[in-house]
Structures are given as structure tokens and as C-alpha cells.
């Protein structure tokens, strides 16, 4: 038998129990960095089913859906329920230089992971610079 001695965990289960699974944290954690001419975004789901995830943008907002069901069959005396369960969401707001349109979303391990490009309209670029000749050639 599976004993556990956290009477913090304890009272979360029970105030879990009472209100229901809203009142543990429905976000996911997530890092983003940016390397080189893309974003990267890594999400912690584990345990969830990749048929579970929704991805959609909405006018630049980002919106990260999914689920994770108890494992246990229904009417199992559950003895310890510490891993959450329910929907998940987390919403990000992306600039107006990423290209929402090549948006590329992967799943392994438990992380889904995003890699958002950086618009061409974006990026860096040179611009060139005319010598004094020019001018000379406009004015004479």
C-alpha cells in the first residue's frame, strides 16, 4: 500500500475533492528563447495524449489547449492523486514579427515544442549606401 506522510499534499487533495480540479493551476510551464531566426517555445504536458492538444492563432494570440484524463477506471478507490487532471490552457501574445502562418509544433517526451519564424519583413537587413558621385550627377 502507497503511504504519503505531506499533509500539505493532503489538504490539496482535499480542497481538490471539494471544489473540483479548477482550483489547481490550469497553466502549463513553459520556456521561450530565441535562436538565431526563430522563437522557441517548450511546454511541460507529460502524460498527455497528443490527440489531446489543440493549437490555434487568433489575431496574434496564441492559444495551447489540453487534457489529460485519470488513469484509474471509474469507481477505483484512488489511494494517491497527485498529478493533475482535466484541461490545461495557456494563451501567448506573439509579435508582429513572427510568421504566425509557419507555425511548427512537435511532441516528444512529454514537451510540445514550437518553433515560431522570425517575418522576413523582420530580419535584419543592409542597406546599402551610395557614394558622392551620385549627388554630383544630380546637381550638375
Do not use: C
Amino acid at each position: 500500500m502507497l503511504m504519503r506522510t505531506d499533509p500539505f499534499r493532503e489538504l490539496d487533495r482535499l480542497t481538490q475533492q471539494v471544489f473540483g480540479p479548477a482550483t489547481r493551476a490550469s497553466a502549463m510551464a513553459m520556456d521561450a528563447y530565441r535562436s538565431g531566426d526563430e522563437f522557441l517555445v517548450h511546454f511541460d504536458l507529460p502524460g498527455i495524449d497528443p490527440e489531446s492538444i489543440e493549437l490555434d492563432v487568433e489575431r496574434n494570440v496564441l492559444n495551447v489547449r489540453a487534457e489529460r484524463r485519470s488513469p484509474a477506471p471509474e469507481g477505483a478507490e484512488l489511494l494517491v492523486a497527485e498529478r493533475p487532471t482535466g484541461s490545461f490552457t495557456r494563451q501567448l501574445f506573439l509579435g508582429d514579427t513572427l510568421d504566425t502562418d509557419r507555425i511548427d509544433a512537435s511532441y516528444e517526451a512529454g514537451v510540445l515544442t514550437l518553433r515560431i519564424p522570425v517575418a522576413e519583413q523582420a530580419k535584419p537587413r543592409r542597406i546599402q549606401i551610395t557614394g558622392g558621385d551620385s549627388r554630383k550627377q544630380l546637381s550638375g
